[in-house]
């Protein structure tokens, strides 16, 4: 499944380098090292996250498409967390105890000769920005609808982005041996709330406790539903079309009512355009049963025979090829104590170009130092194992103490600036205050550490003081109280703080944003990459810009080189 050896449960530090790399700008010029190899692996990648609101079986698909692949032979679904089984996925102590994803997990396997980097984000809003960051890594989506409520909120939001970057999107239509609404209802739900042309490539026959199987439309064939225990369930049986004998006595109403409704789709469903996907306009939609296995195997075939090999990286200086034999990568996330017991701290890399050897010495392109990588590795989620070599598309893991920083560049030598991670201005703000003084030290370690990997924002006011937290949800600060404590063994008091708002501020004359951040130093603090930052409690303390017109207040930022991407005021 891995191209590594033992099995990793241990983190290695990553080595700094103290000769400077070797070379200047890499690109397609670089020596060869098999370019031809690295044009062919690059068609058998398959880069994806999977998507959805909370509760949708998102987490469960993903256990199951873990399960099909081969990965995995027993799926931990949240049914079993009695037996002190859990999701795969789900690895955070915090994540066991409530049933839930907080934490985008990397898996990696091998299905149909194809290499799918598979990854599962959170469903709840409040880790939408983790989600976000995880979506500027991948080639395409798989969105889980959960057939009893269509299409969500948060499903909505995370569409958004994926349009954003034209991203394909695959549609998993979920849970319906459940009373749920009409499959026709959810298609018409697709197309109107998040305007996409929807292509159903299976129909299915009857709901609930009358789900029959589904129908594939493409290849006149229905595949009949059998309820399937928490393991790899037989073949199922298949039959061609619908007018096979057994089937009037067997489905009676359901079946006439399908083939109804089979008859409409196939009348007023465009033909499926290839190019269409490719460009985040028309969606391919299965329905089925993850928890049952059901439709499990269609999604995954549609995944390697639709899904796009990985695509070209923009970066500031130029466009950079995933098939260009010198390597560069990307930083777009960060996770601290994956193994607690080591405290590791790992970077995780989406591989833009070229081919990634264990051991090669790369250059970060914001400091300009070099970092090893001897102790590179791949997931299949908390489970680690050392690689030896990696191809675009691929996610692997560096371990280190500090060196990378979400947003950060790799390359071989050359000055390069992918873009496009966000950092969203947060929405509610918390004090933070140790309940030891003894354990200051540690407290302010782990802030910083999940600070940097993305899990809170952290300010430092101007004028000194506790620090402050700012979230886009609630549910953030209980996540990052429960790590304080089982991670770092600090127990941290969280109370409420006067701020409402905050916006990142830059000028383009220095010494006016000096003045300005020195006129209102007891509402100006600093993030993780000692950004400035102004904070408000109400909105119209942005009227300041009034007074100082050339101040720009931003909502969203880069991490590269502090760009600032949409200047709202307000």
């Known amino acids: 499944m891995f191209t590594g050896g033992k099995l990793m449960s241990e983190a290695h530090s990553t080595e700094l380098a103290r000769e400077p790399a070797d070379g200047g700008p890499a690109g397609a010029q670089s020596v060869s090292r098999g370019g031809q190899n690295i044009a062919q692996e690059v068609k058998r990648r398959r880069t994806f996250a999977i998507i959805s609101h909370p509760d949708a079986g998102k987490t469960t698909l993903t256990e199951k498409l873990l399960l099909f692949a081969g990965a995995i032979q027993i799926a931990g679904s949240v049914k079993a967390r009695k037996a002190t089984r859990y999701a795969t996925s789900d690895w955070m102590e915090i994540e066991k105890q409530r049933g839930i994803s907080v934490a985008s997990s990397v898996m990696q396997i091998e299905y149909r000769d194809c290499v799918i980097n598979l990854l599962d984000t959170p469903g709840h809003q409040d880790f939408s920005e983790d989600t976000y960051r995880v979506l500027t890594a991948v080639d395409a989506a798989l969105m889980v609808i959960d057939a009893a409520n269509g299409v969500e909120s948060q499903t909505l939001r995370l569409l958004e982005v994926c349009r954003a970057r034209n991203t394909p999107i695959i549609t998993f239509i979920n849970k319906l041996d459940r009373e749920v609404k009409d499959p026709l209802n959810v298609v018409d739900e697709i197309e109107q709330v998040l305007k996409l042309t929807a292509v159903p490539f299976t129909w299915p026959v009857g709901v609930g406790k009358r789900f029959a199987g589904v129908f594939d439309l493409r290849k006149d064939q229905m595949r009949l539903f059998k309820a399937g225990s928490d393991r790899l369930a037989e073949e199922l049986d298949e039959m061609h079309g619908l007018d096979h004998p057994a089937y009037e006595e067997r489905f009676g109403a359901e079946l006439a009512q399908a083939r109804q409704e089979i008859e409409l789709v196939r009348g007023a469903s465009p033909a499926f355009d290839q190019g269409e996907f490719l460009a985040g306009r028309q969606t391919p939609v299965f329905f089925g049963s993850a928890i049952n296995n059901f439709g499990v195997r269609e999604v995954l075939d549609a995944l390697v025979d639709l899904a796009p090999a990985p695509n070209p990286r923009p970066a500031i200086q130029r ?252």
């Open 319 to 570: 466009n950079v090829e995933p098939e260009e034999e010198a390597f560069s990568g990307v930083v777009f996330k960060v996770q601290a104590n994956m193994d607690p017991a080591h405290r590791d701290r790992i970077a995780f890399v989406r591989i833009c170009s070229g081919r990634f050897d264990r051991g090669m010495r790369l250059k970060i392109c914001r400091t300009g130092k070099d970092i090893r990588t001897s102790s590179a590795m791949s997931f299949l989620s908390q489970r680690r194992e050392l690689l030896e070599e990696a191809y675009p598309g691929d996610i692997i893991g560096l371990p280190n103490h500090g060196l990378l920083q979400l947003g950060d560049t790799l390359t071989e030598g050359e000055k390069l600036q992918f873009t496009g991670l966000p950092f969203f201005a947060p929405e509610v703000f918390q004090v933070v205050e140790v309940v030891d003084p003894m354990r200051a030290k540690q407290l302010r370690m782990g802030l910083v550490q999940l600070g940097e990997e993305g899990a809170i924002q952290v300010f430092r006011p101007h004028d000194g003081g506790s620090l402050l937290l700012g979230a886009i949800g609630n549910l953030q600060f209980e996540v990052v109280a429960h790590r304080l404590r089982h991670e770092y063994g600090v127990d941290a008091r969280l109370v409420p703080s006067k701020y409402r708002l905050a916006r990142w501020i830059t000028a383009d004359d220095a010494d006016e944003l000096k003045r300005f951040i020195a006129f209102n130093k007891h509402r100006v603090a600093f993030d993780v990459v000692d950004a400035p930052t102004f904070l408000a409690t109400y909105p119209t303390e942005l009227g300041l810009s009034e007074r100082w017109k050339s101040i720009r207040f931003h909502a969203l930022r880069e991490h590269a080189g502090l760009i600032f991407q949409s200047g709202l005021n307000g």
